[in-house]
């Protein structure tokens, strides 16, 4: 069984830039999927970012393309968020699995959860 901790995230103003980091043990196989998802209050939980274990197939939704990057170094997997906007606020949480891989529903390990504040 994999476990996924959370680290990062804060308080940025407009236009500014922050890292979210999430260190995973146990069982993370090669083949699974890693994402990064983020639920702004009163909304449901929406897909960011995704990518296989390995790195490969990097995937964006288009309200971050181009300024949020997944990358992976070992067993932490990061979020660099970059150009922030007050609508990237929100809880962010990374995620692994091996079902769907845009679907919260194909992600089995959850990390705890981290709060991103965009404002002025």
């Known amino acids: 069984q994999a476990r996924l901790a959370q680290s990062g995230g804060g308080l940025v103003q407009p236009g500014g830039s922050l890292g979210l980091s999430c260190v995973a043990t146990?069982?993370?196989?090669?083949?699974?999927?890693i994402g990064w998802f983020r639920q702004a209050p009163g909304k449901e939980r929406e897909l960011v970012a995704t990518?296989?274990?390995?790195?490969?197939s990097p995937y964006y939704v288009d309200a971050v393309k181009g300024r949020f990057t997944i990358s992976r170094d070992r067993n932490t997997v990061s979020l660099q968020m970059t150009n922030l906007r007050p609508e990237d606020t929100g809880t962010y949480y990374c995620?692994?699995?091996?079902?769907?891989?845009?679907?919260?529903?194909?992600?089995?390990?959850w990390g705890q959860g981290t709060q991103v504040t965009v404002s002025s």
């Open positions: 995620a692994g699995g091996y079902g769907d891989k845009y679907s919260k529903s194909g992600y089995l390990y």
């Open positions: 146990g069982a993370i196989v090669h083949n699974s999927n």
């Open positions: 990518m296989i274990w390995t790195g490969e």
